[in-house]
């Protein structure tokens, strides 16, 4: 006993390291994430809102709250949670000794003589002591797999609200563009008649009705471009929600409000804010305590065992009806023959958790780019509407004046055609920057780690 004592004090005092709790790197890299020319202030940011006060619009709420009620990859991850907490309640288990109850008996007989009872009625119990802290690192990592698969659910429902935003404003950019285009093509159409009448008159040839009839009818086939892209808008939300492809009851782009001002914080709050890092780093959590395991299976592990029950098959010791018979065992096993395996398993251990620092570092850092490209996003689209609105303005100005001078004489069909097209293509393009505007800002949502909970 004296001879294991002295090795577990060794034990004891030789792998103090593997007792050491998970702490983040010292070399992490969490300055200046967003790149250069951002401004950052240490305040509260969007991803702090609920996604309901952000996203105001009654019919997107309404598909949001269906999509994270009844979306299979949100309900996978759930049920992939409750698979990691049933894991980290079997680590627990660990610690308890071991039970076990087997009671036996025979009955036997040699050439006839009276037959001979033995039975065997024992409760055993096993136990061994957490000396080198292979269990508590056991523990600890299932509870980083617990944690992590918690933070993997929150990164698939931010994810999901933030694609069923960008689906439902999709939807809205394509209704506006289809306005747009359809009122466009009425009032083409409107001009065919003209140009014919003109032509009857003597005052424009045939070719300026053909190249207005052939820019009509170019408008008229893009709505049905718009229709199929609706509908294939409309078929993707609807298997986001898991339902079957149906059509989606929206407002109207113009109505859409947010803030006017965008607070997104600096950049280390990305390390409790966004999901995938969180999870990227208790990945790396999970491989620290794995190399603790490794290097703790290089050192002895203690057994403390024990029985008591009643038997009569002791020999001499007892005889029938049976007594109590109790034991007790202590066993020290120091690895010999598979040392080396075990030293090439904490080798292996040492490079993953390398490796999962390496990721960590990468999944932050990319983090940050997604910040910097949503912002970039917004605020572009922000400068350019002034720009944009002025620019259909004045377009509006030149197809009014064109007609007024070919009404005159003074202009050709060409001239008219050329500033109706340019029109058409301001105003859609004002659209589009609408749209960029607003999925600026879902992405930056989206990237500082907003839309978890409800």
């Known amino acids: 006993m004296k001879k ?3 090795l577990l004090a060794a034990a004891l005092m030789t792998s103090c390291g593997i007792w050491k709790p998970y702490t983040r790197p010292d070399d992490l890299r969490t300055d ?19 996604w309901h006060e952000l996203f105001t619009d009654p019919h997107l709420q309404r598909l949001i709250r269906a999509g994270l009620e009844n979306n299979a990859d949100v309900n996978i991850a759930r049920l992939s949670v409750e698979q990691a907490h049933a894991a980290l309640s079997s680590a627990r288990l660990a610690y308890t000794p071991s039970l076990f109850f087997s009671p036996e008996g025979a009955v036997s007989s040699f050439d006839s003589r009276k037959a001979t009872q033995v039975y065997s009625i024992p409760l055993g119990l096993s136990w061994e002591p957490d000396v080198t802290g292979r269990q508590t690192n056991a523990k600890r990592r299932s509870r980083a797999a617990y944690e992590q698969s918690v933070e993997y659910r929150n990164a698939v429902r931010s994810w999901l609200v933030a ?94 409000y947010f803030p006017d001002r965008l607070a997104y914080g600096v950049p280390v709050q990305l390390l409790t ?75 292996i251990a040492r490079a993953a958790q390398e490796q999962a620092a390496i990721q960590f570092q990468q999944t932050l850092l990319n983090a ?3 910040v910097n490209d949503a912002l970039t996003r917004y605020q572009t689209a922000r400068d350019k509407r002034p720009y944009i609105e002025l620019q259909i303005a004045s377009l509006e100005d030149a197809v009014r004046s064109t007609k007024l001078l070919m009404a005159h004489g003074s202009m050709t069909y060409l001239e008219i055609l050329t500033a109706e097209q340019a029109l058409l293509g301001a105003r859609l393009a004002d659209v589009a920057n ?6 600026g800002i879902i992405n930056l949502y989206n990237a500082l780690g907003g839309g978890v909970e409800d």
């Open 273 to 347: 804010n966004r999901p995938d890092v969180r999870s990227a780093e208790l990945a790396l959590v999970q491989a620290y305590y794995s190399t603790a395991e490794a290097r703790a299976a290089l050192y002895p592990s203690l057994v403390l065992a024990g029985s008591a029950g009643w038997t009569n098959s002791a020999g001499s010791m007892i005889v029938n009806p049976g007594k109590l018979l109790l034991s007790a065992a202590a066993s020290l096993t120091q690895p010999v023959f598979n040392r080396r395996l075990n030293r090439t398993q904490l080798e």
């Open 368 to 370: 940050g780019a997604e």
């Open 4 to 6: 294991i004592t002295i």
């Open 163 to 256: 694609v069923i935003a960008d689906h439902y404003y999709t939807l809205l950019m394509l209704d506006e563009q289809y306005a747009v285009t359809a009122e466009t093509a009425r009032s083409w159409g409107q001009s065919v008649e003209t140009m014919r009448l003109m032509k009857e008159a003597g005052m424009v040839t045939e070719a300026a009705v053909a190249q207005t009839a052939a820019n009509y009818y170019s408008v008229e086939a893009s709505l049905f471009d718009l229709r199929e892209s609706i509908s294939q808008i409309e078929n993707s939300l609807s298997v986001l929600l898991y339902d079957a492809p149906d059509s989606i009851a929206r407002g109207r782009l113009d109505d859409q």
């Open 32 to 50: 200046d994430l967003y790149g250069a020319g951002i401004e950052t202030a240490d305040t509260a940011t969007i991803a702090g809102m609920k």
């Open 434 to 439: 609408t749209y960029d505007q607003i999925q």
